[in-house]
């Protein structure tokens, strides 16, 4: 089983909708989650982190839920800039160390 | 913007032959890591350094080697090229414990081998 996994998609969203997707973990003992977005050829930035109680930045929010070991990115009035590829992490611990594992992305189209 | 840079930006090559993939960052991180993409697939880490003269094998195995001699430079070569080499292969860095979940990663190399 993936230590990650997204459905890749494409989701297509109406301009001005919402758009909601899931990221699965597999290991119960992950970290620290976060969202990147990834642009079409393009490098992965930072979206935001995935806090416990849930977090919004704009019209972006995110959960986790740990009894199901998944989180959750929403996006509340879609517009044109907003796809891109949205890439799930997690932080798990091996071994003393930190390491980051990436999701295949949820690829999302917006549509005019 | 981050400032951490990849060259190439892309290259054609023929197999056998030798391509150091070039990454260099501004911030003064210690933390530096080289990932592998192929087009709709996840990341996977193949080489890390924590600091100068520091490296490591990520998870994915990985033909290619890198040194860190100084800290800004991180570059990762490939002795003999093969079209199973064909990727993309993106640079970044951090600074500090990955806790923070927060890489810099450069506009990536992409490799193609004939």
């Known amino acids: 089983r993936k230590e990650v996994e997204q459905d890749p998609g494409p989701f297509n969203v109406p301009e001005g909708a919402t758009v909601a997707f899931n990221c699965t973990y597999s290991?119960?003992?992950?970290?620290?989650f976060f969202w990147y977005r990834q642009d079409c050829r393009k490098e992965p930035k930072l979206l935001m982190s995935v806090y416990s109680s849930g977090n919004e930045d704009g019209r972006f929010t995110a959960q986790l839920n740990r009894a199901s070991q998944y989180i959750s990115l929403l996006i509340r009035d879609s517009k044109l800039s907003d796809s891109a590829t949205y890439l799930c992490v997690v932080i798990q611990r091996d071994y003393g160390n930190n390491r980051l594992a990436f999701g295949k992305g949820n690829q999302v189209v917006v549509i005019p | 913007e981050a400032d951490i840079y990849q060259t190439p930006r892309y290259l054609v090559i023929g197999t056998g032959k030798k391509i150091t993939l070039e990454c260099s960052q501004t911030?003064?991180?210690?933390?530096m890591y080289w990932y592998q993409q192929d087009p709709g697939m996840e990341l996977h880490l193949i080489h890390y350094s924590y600091g100068v003269n520091s490296t490591e094998k990520g998870d994915l195995s990985s033909e290619s080697t890198v040194s860190r001699i100084r800290t800004e430079h991180f570059p990762l070569t490939l002795e003999s090229a093969r079209p199973s080499h064909t990727s993309q292969y993106l640079c970044?860095?951090?600074?500090?414990?990955?806790?923070?979940?927060?890489?810099?990663f450069g506009e990536g190399s992409r490799l193609t081998v004939l």
């Open positions: 290991n119960s003992a992950s970290q620290s």
């Open positions: 970044a860095s951090s600074p500090r414990a990955l806790g923070t979940g927060e890489l810099f």
């Open positions: 911030m003064g991180h210690d933390k």
